[in-house]
């Protein structure tokens, strides 16, 4: 599951990461949530470069059945295991792959019956990767255009697994241009992608429940928070969070605003 991410990082960062031939019309967002405009990364179809453009998140497949947008609210994610079968994802994972850019991902610890712990989960050096993503075009009503994408999801890695057993499919930077090839059309020559990434080259911290709320979209979203009281089968996590920089500068000032 993928239910909130966040993507700060200053335009030419993102450009110079995804190899963009410009820097990319990007607003630093904290706290990305389903049916919002998202960033993504297609490969030309004709021309050996990269487009850079904004999707609704939620994928709404161009299909006579899917009638209204709101089937997008089902389809923030998809399996990576089945989306080569299922019939919503299927074209799409032949025809239109593409990269969703992140600097970290929020998943959700369940404490009790009614308490969930939010925690960060991102890169070691806070830098940005890309989430595996499809992407369809869907015609409203008014024969109007609407560009929609969904999130990959495989199985937890080990630093993972003790919130969530799923995580996003986080792409190897030399995969992307395996994963964009619009020439490759059989699904199966991509599934190598489809991995759990390295645990090793990652971290996780909590954070605070601000960012339960999409309305809240701020730096505050992403501060780490003490975690004294969590049940002591859970004292593990206390060893494995990474604090971020009292000032809240990565990458340079790339967590500016």
């Known amino acids: 599951m993928c239910g909130r991410y ?21 607003t630093p967002r904290w706290n990305i949530a389903p049916t919002q405009q998202v960033a993504t990364i297609r490969q030309h179809r004709s021309e050996p470069k990269r487009i850079f453009g904004l999707m609704r998140w939620g994928l709404i497949p161009y299909a006579y059945w899917a009638k209204e947008k709101s089937i997008g609210l089902k389809t923030i994610n998809a399996m990576s295991e089945t989306a080569a079968e299922k019939p919503v994802f299927r074209d ?4 239109r792959r593409c990269l969703i850019p992140a600097e970290a991902f929020y ?11 939010p925690y960060s989960i991102g890169m070691t050096d806070d830098s940005v990767f890309a989430f595996a ?46 994963w964009l090839d619009p020439g490759i059309t059989d ?12 645990s090793t080259l990652m971290k996780k911290y909590p954070v605070s429940a601000r960012v339960n709320r999409s309305e809240n979209d701020d730096q505050e979203c992403a501060r780490e928070i003490p975690i004294a009281g969590l049940p002591p089968d859970c004292s593990e996590l ?6 971020l ?13």
């Open 6 to 26: 966040r993507l700060t990082a200053k335009e030419r960062y993102v450009r110079d990461h995804f190899g963009l031939d410009e820097d990319p019309p990007w």
């Open 92 to 95: 799409a994972m032949r025809w």
């Open 107 to 117: 998943e959700w610890l369940r404490l009790g019956p009614r308490e969930k712990q």
């Open 133 to 178: 993503g499809l992407w369809d075009r869907w015609l409203d009503r008014d024969n109007k255009a609407i560009e929609t994408c969904t999130i990959l999801t495989t199985k937890a890695n080990s630093l993972v697994t003790d919130v969530h057993d799923r995580m996003p499919v986080m792409l190897r930077r030399e995969d992307y241009d395996l």
């Open 187 to 198: 699904s199966k020559r991509v599934m190598d992608c489809l991995k759990p990434f390295d």
């Open 238 to 243: 206390q060893t494995r969070t990474h604090r």
């Open 245 to 257: 920089p009292a000032n809240g500068q990565i990458l340079g000032d790339s967590w500016g605003v």
